[in-house]
């Protein structure tokens, strides 16, 4: 199976998940798609929210999946740091 295309990685982005993250003040920008790794920016209130690699893994991935089985990964290129992620962690999981 081939890997899917950017522009249509970039409509279920459009379609799917921008108006998911924009709910919450964020926004979301595909960077570039190679073999079966999604590369995505994160935007607005979603950029330093210490959840946000959350949401990826939790949703954004999963939506993407459904619809491109093949892709493996999506990665975030401006990381949040390994603290944030930590304490988002516990809150989450208090929550």
């Not at 619809?67 to 975030?76: C, D, G, L, S, Y």
Request: charged share 20%; net charge positive; with cysteine.
């Amino acid at each position: 199976m081939s890997s899917p295309t950017f522009d249509l990685v970039k409509e279920i982005i459009d379609i799917k998940i921008k108006p998911l993250v924009q709910e919450h003040g964020g926004g979301i920008e595909l960077k570039s798609v190679q073999g079966g790794t999604v590369y995505i920016k994160l935007l607005g209130a979603c950029r330093n929210c210490p959840s946000a690699q959350l949401t990826v893994e939790n949703h954004i991935k999963r939506i993407l999946i459904q619809h491109f089985p093949n892709i493996e990964k999506v990665a975030v290129t401006d990381n949040i740091s390994s603290d944030l992620m930590d304490m988002a962690r516990k809150i989450l999981s208090h929550a």
